[in-house]
């Protein structure tokens, strides 16, 4: 979702609903439905990562949005994509100093979920 989202900061008249379904149904690779998009709109817009546009059926992305949007993306196309078969193998095959950043990246990652619900 976040990579979608990242292809629509350009538009100053913001995205709407069906055109970023379609996006994301591809980056999935599966169907996507249009009631899981307005639940995740739904829930990306009471985290500030998007706004809705007053009188209208559009959203864009807020300062927040953007730098979180583009900090998923290249953490995914720089770090998870490449070593994608390595994650799914046997995790003794990484190198050492790569398993040690991802297992703190991961700790990092269940700390900020952790403090988001229990902020939420």
Do not use: W
């Amino acid at each position: 979702m976040l990579q979608a989202l990242s292809g629509f900061a350009h538009l100053p008249a913001g995205f709407r609903h069906r055109d970023l379904r379609p996006r994301v149904a591809a980056l999935l690779g599966r169907p996507y439905s249009a009631a899981q998009m307005t639940y995740d709109l739904r829930r990306l817009r009471l985290r500030g990562l998007i706004q809705r546009l007053t009188r209208t059926h559009r959203y864009s992305l807020t300062s927040y949005g953007l730098r979180v949007t583009f900090f998923y993306s290249k953490l995914y196309l720089r770090s998870f994509r490449p070593n994608a078969p390595a994650l799914k193998s046997n995790e003794d095959c990484l190198p050492p100093p790569l398993r040690a950043a991802f297992d703190q990246l991961d700790a990092a990652i269940d700390r900020i979920h952790q403090e988001a619900a229990l902020a939420a």
